[in-house]
């Protein structure tokens, strides 16, 4: 019974990764992210939405701006499911997040990908071309840079879009900085330390000689430090959120 369950886990898992293989862009966590900022319209009960327009426009939408359902265009007496919403977003992301990949000229891990997806699907493509994040991400800017343009809290263009808007950055913000723990695993690597350094999401790119030079670092640090704690505590202050840079200003209490 055991092994049925995980073959058929892993079959499962395998038919989502062949779903999106031609769109290396798009991942269920960028999915996730963008529908949990982004609200479906528009809902007429029972479970169904119906079309719409927007402010401006002659054509009509549905869900989550979908102007498709499937091969055709969206008419004015369509409505549809709520399972027919998320597979319609699942359909325009494909597109869109080939879009997105153009821009991006340097290796992303699956953490960054969705964050970069919701935040482009928040401003748009023609934003997105233009906009001073993507001149730090394809130029490989440091964290604190990164920091500034994206948080909410310091970048205050995102705070004019409300609530939604600031948490909607906070948490692409969070996402973006998140170390990627499938990287060790999918990387030869005989690793030397107690904390893998591979475990950082900026410290590995592929090139050839980096895996020496990572494990000769390593072979440093346990003849420099054997018992670990220097490297644990490092590892702990790399995987905390901002508390500075990242973090809404303190407010002061009046006495």
């Given at each position: ?155 205050h263009l ?38 893998c350094l ?58």
């Amino acid at each position: 019974m055991l092994v049925t369950a995980v073959a058929l886990s892993s079959h499962k898992k395998k038919k989502v990764q062949d779903k999106w293989k031609e769109h290396p862009f798009l991942t269920r966590k960028g999915i996730n992210l963008i529908k949990r900022h982004s609200l479906p319209r528009t809902f007429i009960g029972m479970g169904r939405y119906a079309a719409y327009k927007d402010y401006g426009e002659d054509i009509w939408r549905i869900g989550y701006g979908s102007k498709r359902l499937g091969t055709r265009w969206i008419a004015a007496s369509d409505k549809i499911t709520q399972e027919d919403v998320d597979l319609q977003l699942e359909e325009d992301l494909k597109e869109f997040s080939d879009l997105v990949a153009q821009y991006i000229f340097v290796p992303l891990n699956a953490n960054r990908k969705a964050a970069l997806l919701s935040f482009a699907h928040s401003i748009g493509i023609s934003s997105l071309k233009t906009c001073r994040l993507l001149e730090l991400i394809n130029n490989s800017a440091t964290k604190n840079k990164i920091i500034k343009e994206w948080s909410p809290y310091i970048n205050h263009l995102w705070r004019s879009g409300g609530d939604l808007m600031i948490d909607r950055r906070r948490v692409e913000l969070d996402t973006y900085l998140a170390a990627d723990k499938d990287i060790p695993t999918l990387v030869p690597h005989r690793c030397r330390a107690k904390r893998c350094l591979l475990n950082l999401p900026e410290t590995y790119t592929g090139a050839p000689n980096q895996l020496k030079a990572i494990e000769y670092l390593e072979r440093k640090l346990m003849k420099w430090d054997p018992s670990g704690e220097a490297l644990r505590q490092f590892f702990r202050y790399w995987t905390r959120k901002p508390s500075g840079l990242g973090s809404p200003p303190r407010r002061v209490q009046n006495v």
